[in-house]
Structure formats: structure tokens, C-alpha cells
């Protein structure tokens, strides 16, 4: 995985919320058995029309929204299906970041998994944050290190984060490498409950 | 002792390692995998060298994608691709697989419980956000995404942080006409698509007691719809006789024994919950979709809303997008929705008694015109069931499609595809922009409200109609 320490970044919002995972990356495109090359099917039904060429209305293919590497959305983010592609497809498109109110319990745990920080923040903060969205010189800084999100106009907020998955996130370790650590409990527990066959 | 709910018991249970400031590790005891979610998770292993910790506590199909006309040729070659690269896999890693040709093949929630490997007190993981479904048994089931299913194939274990718990208590009795499908969809519909994030969700009340083993299925795989890393119902003589002579399960002897460990999973009198909805049974209705989220809901004698009804911007926002989607209008009656697709299927409600109730509205009827009308068995054990009992007949006599089992159109991996701007009622678990389709226009609802809109070509109160014995 790729470690995360600190971020700067131009933000794109879309203010919409339970954004489900059919949405950000349609069915058609789970067939791979590759984990890269997901980005340009992100979000695809919104992001093209039916004849192919990029919808002006949605809110990616707007001209202040290009290069965005920080994705602001309204609560419930990531709603649905267990699909890792998910994540795999945000973050082959350019993001680093994913700022909303809530998330989707699995999305969440998956953003983690690839390096993919997603960030919990009031719904006031997130709202502040869409309308800035709105600018095409907004950026914003993201330090996982003091789990701070600032920009340069006085806005500061803290969050919060699992302090297991910060490290993970901090190292760029591989977890199951540092689960294999644990091999004599893992041992342990299976002579107890679950001897092999 | 201090009474203890069957959340916390599971879990300790299945504590490997725990230490101050991180998450606990817990052992997994059956792994389950398919096609859409597992490949990459492989190519993982192989990458690093690893082996599958215990193959013995995985097992493996394929559903998403299946063809459910001819299963033998995926005209798709990507899909194709998915399918032999799971055979691969299994093979390689010493997985057992029920593929193609196997009579144990289906939707990866439908075998569990049908083969015996679902059972009460399990910790059970699958690529797949409805593996939730298994916990009607009284195991913790939860979905995972790739990374975690590699970390399961490798270790057998998951770091995880403990949610809440949430107890939803349905009290009294369910009226005619009214399904375990309606009961998820008026808790959602009530509460809200996030009311269970954070939490796992133990259903209790008479009316989840009085519910079949495929009924409480029905609800627990929902779960997620409300949010929720899982739903249970504590196990008690329904969920043991559903087990006993199972595949999988547990024999003689050693099956009384289990079931008295079983037994004592259920919750104590007198556990607390982090949080507890009580519902009165008798104020639950036949429930139809409107909207794009399995929240967007209203009872079948309802109206589509106004978007002026709800509270802030953003739902109303919501709701007048959701809308436009399916093109409905603010105050029409549910059941003057015209209907051109039904399907009857999915992880939610394939089973045989789905299939079973649904037969009994279609007994001695015929498809309306217009409205293409497909039943998707769960499993070809559900399949060959049906079809002995005589369902099938019944549905192809009414002009039904009979099929092989899958996913199917629950979500399109495969050729059932809804049309762009047509309307489904659906039997499945989410109505999402594009789910069934792009531009496709899904209602949840029950089988025997999906059964109904077949045959009159719109939604119908099932509670009005007569049901035909079948079996």
C-alpha cells in the first residue's frame, strides 16, 4: 500500500448524499481481474451520456473541477455493494482524500485498505466545504500526521482515525505481513476451536 | 453473570489476539467466494507467495455473472475470463467449488444455509455486501471488500473494531399479504438507510420468532440496506430443525450436541443494547420502491411523495432527482405505476417459499400483456425443488420465464438487463440509479407483490387478492 502523510490538493465537490458504490463504479466494469485501470469507469453513468462523450452537467467534467485529488461529498458516501473496485476506481482517477459527514461501513474499511484516506467531518465543515468547491483555486492540505484538514484561509479542522489504521496508513505497511506476527495465537486458537480436518 | 447478548458472545468467542489501542483479531470460520470479488485477492497471494490458511473453511461458487438461459456459453468474454479464473483458483489453492456443472451451484447466500455451512455462532465472511443474510442463523456475517478477502485467505482472521448493537424488536403479528420483505423495507423506509451504520442489528419480537428460516434470510440480508455491518436473529428450534440432515451440518449425535452449544448462543434475558426500535407488526403494509434508495418506500395503498414533504435541501434534492429517474409524478398512486418487467430472484428472495408464495398469486393467471415476467431460482437445488413440486409449471403456464439460477437482474452482471426507462418490480435488494440497467426503473417489493404486478401489468394490494394452494 502506498503510505499517506501529508496531502495538498484541489477539491471537487459533489453535493449529493448516499452515493452508492453503483454509481461510482457500474456493474459492467467488475468483470476485471485486475486491481488498476478503474478510473476511467469512475462514476461512468454520470460522468458520460449516451452517445459516449463527457456530460458537461456532472460535476467532475466541469472545468474548475479538473485535476481534483480531494472528493467532498454529503453523508452515507460509498453506500452498497462490497465492491473494492470502488475505491480502486477513485483513487486511479486522482484522489487522495474522500471528505464527507458519513460513510458506508465497508467502503470506509476499503478506502483504508489501498492508501485511500477518508475523512469523517461535521456536516457544516463538509457543506463549507462544497461551496469552496465551487472555486477552481481552492486546495486544501490533509496532515494524517496531526489528523488535521486546513486551507490557507484560516479554515482548520481536526478528525479523527483509528489509530491502528494510521500507522498502517503512515508506513504504508502490508497488514497481512503484520497479522503473520500473530501466527502463534492464530495456531493457538485454531488447536482450541477449529483443529484442521 | 452479568446477561449478555449473542453479538457479544459470538465475538468473544472468536477473540484470537487482543491488545490496548488496536482493533480485536478474530478467527473467521467460513470464508466464503465468488467470482466478482476474489480474483484480484488471488492474484495477491500468488504475488507474495502466500497459501490459503485453511481451505477447508472456504468454499467457493460463481453467480454474479452466470448466464441464467444457456450457463454453458458466457458470450462475454470478460466474464468468461471471471468464471475460469475462479476454477483456476480453486484448483490451485485447494478450494472446493461448486462451479457450473455442480447440482450445489447458486447465489453464494442461498447455498450457505442450503448446504448446512451456515450455522448459529459462526463468523462468516464473503466478498459480498449481503453475506448479512447468514445471520438469520445466529452467526456474524459480515461483507468485505478484495483486500480483506486476501487477508481471510491468508491469515483466516480480520483486525476489526466492535460495532454497537442494535436491537429491533417487531412485536405482534404480521397481517395477510404481508412479508418478511415488507418488514425490512418498512424498518428502512421508517428509519432511514443509515439508521444501523456502526451497529450490528439483532432482530427480535414475535414477529421475527413466528418467521420461517427463509423469512428471517430475507431480513437479515437487508441489513446492510439500513447500514448495518450485520443482522441476527438468535437461533431456536426453527433455525435447528432448517439444519438438521443438512450437508454440512453437523450429524447424529454430534448434531444434538451442537445444537445444545447452539442454544445457549441466544441472547440472555435482560442484555442491554447500545440502542432498541420497537415496531408494531400490525402497522406494517405491502411496501413498494419509489425512489433510488431502498428508503424511498411507501405502503402499496400510498402516493408517490411531493419532494416539498421532506425535511431538508438535500433530501428534498434527493427525492426530486430520484424522481425524475424514474419518472413518476408526485401524488400518483402506487398502483397506478404500470409495471413492464417483473423479476422474481436475488439473494433476498429466491428461495423455495418465495417461489412458493409467489406461484399461489400466478395459479390458473396470465402475464399481462406487455410485461415481461422472469423467476430466477436461487440454486438448482431450489430449482429442481420447484420444479418437481410443480412451481415451475405454474409460472410457464402464466407466460413466466423459467431460468437457471444466479444473481441474474438483481444487478445485471449478466445478460438480464432491464431496459433504460422501463419499470421493474423486483424482488431483489436495491433500486439504485443503473442497478438492474442503465436508466432501468426498479421497485422493491415482495414476491407476491412482484407476482401480482405480472399478471395485472401494474402494483396490486396483495392483501385484496386470493392466494391458490400450490403445494
Not at chain 1, 476485471?32 to 476511467?40: A, D, N, V, Y
Not at chain 2, 424498518?187 to 421475527?208: D, K, L, S, W
Amino acid at each position: 500500500m502506498k503510505p499517506f502523510t501529508i496531502h495538498r490538493g484541489k477539491t471537487a465537490g459533489i453535493d449529493r448524499a448516499n452515493i452508492d458504490t453503483d454509481q461510482i463504479i457500474p456493474k459492467q466494469f467488475l468483470k476485471r481481474i485486475e486491481r488498476t485501470g478503474f478510473g476511467q469507469f469512475l462514476f461512468y453513468d454520470w460522468r458520460y451520456l449516451s452517445d459516449g462523450t463527457p456530460n458537461p452537467a456532472f460535476e467532475l467534467n466541469r472545468p474548475e473541477n479538473e485535476g481534483a485529488t480531494i472528493l467532498v461529498a454529503d453523508e452515507n458516501f460509498g453506500c452498497g455493494s462490497s465492491r473494492e473496485h470502488a475505491p480502486w476506481a477513485l483513487q486511479d482517477y486522482g484522489f487522495r482524500v474522500i471528505i464527507a459527514p458519513s460513510f458506508a461501513d465497508i467502503f470506509y474499511n476499503n478506502c483504508l485498505k489501498n492508501g485511500l484516506l477518508p475523512i469523517r467531518l461535521d456536516k457544516e465543515d463538509v457543506r463549507y466545504l462544497l461551496r469552496q468547491s465551487e472555486r477552481a483555486d481552492y486546495e486544501l492540505t490533509v496532515s494524517l500526521e496531526e489528523q488535521r484538514v486546513f486551507d490557507d484561509e484560516g479554515f482548520s479542522r481536526p478528525f479523527d482515525i483509528d489509530p491502528y489504521r494510521k500507522q498502517l496508513l503512515l508506513k504504508g505497511w502490508d497488514e497481512i505481513d503484520l497479522t503473520f506476527v500473530y501466527e502463534a495465537h492464530i495456531a493457538a486458537y485454531e488447536r482450541r476451536h477449529c483443529p484442521r480436518p | 453473570m452479568k446477561p449478555k447478548t449473542i453479538i457479544d458472545k459470538i465475538w468473544e468467542n472468536h477473540v484470537v489476539y487482543r491488545e490496548e489501542g488496536k482493533p480485536d483479531l478474530l478467527y473467521i470460520d467460513l470464508h466464503l467466494v465468488h467470482e466478482v470479488t476474489s480474483p484480484q485477492a488471488f492474484e495477491g497471494l500468488r504475488q507474495k507467495g502466500r497459501k490459503v490458511r485453511r481451505p477447508d473453511l472456504t468454499f467457493a461458487t460463481m453467480d454474479h455473472n452466470v448466464p441464467t438461459v444457456n450457463r454453458f456459453v458466457i458470450t462475454d468474454e470478460v466474464a468468461r475470463n471471471q468464471i475460469a479464473a475462479l476454477e483456476r483458483n480453486c484448483r490451485e489453492f485447494g478450494i472446493p467449488l461448486a462451479d457450473l456443472n455442480s447440482e450445489e451451484q447458486g447465489i453464494v447466500h442461498v447455498i450457505g444455509p442450503e448446504l448446512g455451512l451456515t450455522q448459529p455462532g459462526k463468523t462468516i465472511v464473503c466478498g459480498d455486501s449481503h453475506t448479512s443474510t447468514h445471520g438469520a442463523f445466529g452467526a456474524l456475517a459480515f461483507g468485505i471488500g478484495t483486500s480483506e478477502v486476501e487477508h481471510v485467505l491468508a491469515t483466516q482472521t480480520l483486525w476489526q473494531h466492535k460495532p454497537k448493537t442494535l436491537q429491533i424488536c417487531i412485536n405482534g403479528r404480521l397481517g395477510k399479504g404481508v412479508t418478511a420483505k415488507d418488514v425490512i423495507l418498512a424498518i428502512i423506509g421508517r428509519y432511514g438507510v443509515g439508521v444501523g451504520t456502526g451497529y450490528i442489528i439483532e432482530f427480535t419480537g414475535e414477529a421475527i420468532r413466528r418467521m420461517s428460516m427463509e423469512e428471517r434470510m430475507t431480513i437479515c440480508n437487508m441489513s446492510i440496506e439500513a447500514g448495518a455491518r450485520a443482522g441476527l436473529i438468535s437461533p431456536d428450534e426453527t433455525t435447528f430443525a432448517y439444519l438438521r440432515g443438512r450437508k454440512y451440518a453437523p450429524k447424529g449425535e454430534e448434531f444434538d450436541k451442537a445444537v445444545e452449544r447452539w442454544r445457549a448462543l441466544a441472547s440472555d434475558e435482560g442484555a442491554k443494547y447500545d440502542k432498541t426500535i420497537e415496531i408494531d407488526a400490525s402497522t406494517i403494509a405491502p411496501m413498494v420502491t419509489w425512489g433510488t434508495n431502498p428508503a424511498m418506500s411507501t405502503s402499496v395503498d400510498g402516493v408517490v411523495p411531493h419532494p416539498e414533504q421532506f425535511e431538508s435541501k438535500t433530501e428534498q434534492n434527493a427525492v426530486r432527482r430520484a424522481l425524475e429517474y424514474m419518472g413518476l409524478e408526485p401524488g400518483t398512486p402506487i398502483t397506478d405505476i404500470p409495471v413492464q418487467h417483473v423479476f422474481i430472484g436475488s439473494c433476498t428472495n429466491s428461495r423455495l417459499s418465495d417461489l412458493r408464495a409467489a406461484a399461489s398469486i400466478v395459479k390458473g393467471k396470465k402475464v399481462a400483456p406487455g410485461v415481461r415476467a422472469l423467476v430466477v431460482p436461487g440454486s438448482q437445488q431450489v430449482k429442481k425443488q420447484a420444479e418437481a413440486e410443480g412451481l415451475a409449471q405454474i409460472f410457464i403456464d402464466a407466460g413466466f420465464e423459467w431460468r437457471d439460477s444466479g444473481c441474474s437482474a438483481c444487478l445485471g452482471m449478466n445478460p438480464d438487463i432491464i431496459p433504460e426507462g422501463e419499470h421493474c418490480a423486483s424482488t431483489s435488494n436495491r433500486n439504485f440509479e443503473g442497478r438492474q440497467g442503465k436508466g432501468a426503473r426498479t421497485h422493491l417489493v415482495s414476491p407476491v407483490m412482484a407476482a401480482a404486478a405480472a399478471i395485472y401489468g401494474h402494483f396490486v394490494d396483495v392483501r385484496q387478492l386470493e392466494a391458490e394452494p400450490v403445494c
